[in-house]
């Protein structure tokens, strides 16, 4: 089933806010399936349907992928980048302690 498999995976937060890597279409899939019935919308259709058609062979798992990051995105449920965020505030208090 290597054929579903993201080339990255995407990082989302789930239950407290913990970071859970999604690797494939089909864990996008399960995802997606228990998503809360109230919370289900169009671009939830569209993630699905793209992991579905993943599953299937008709469309490339990034395919499924793209769409399942922008549904991510959409609900606010994408993990920080945490690597940048370190840097980040790396470079902010380095630049503070320089300051006459």
Same mark, same amino acid.
Request: proline share 5%.
């Given at each position: ?66 769409? !399942? ?12 980048? !945490? ?18």
């Amino acid at each position: 089933m290597e054929y579903n498999i993201f080339k990255n995976p995407v990082v989302i937060l789930v239950g407290l806010g913990v970071p859970s890597q999604v690797r494939s279409a089909t864990e996008a899939y399960v995802l997606l399936r228990e998503w809360p019935l109230s919370k289900k919308e169009v671009a939830h259709t569209m993630a699905l349907n793209a992991c579905r058609a993943a599953l299937s062979g008709e469309v490339e798992a990034e395919t499924a992928r793209s769409m !399942f990051l922008a549904f991510a995105r959409k609900h606010d449920a994408l993990a920080p980048d !945490f690597e940048v965020a370190v840097r980040r505030s790396w470079a902010e208090n380095s630049n503070i302690r320089r300051q006459p």
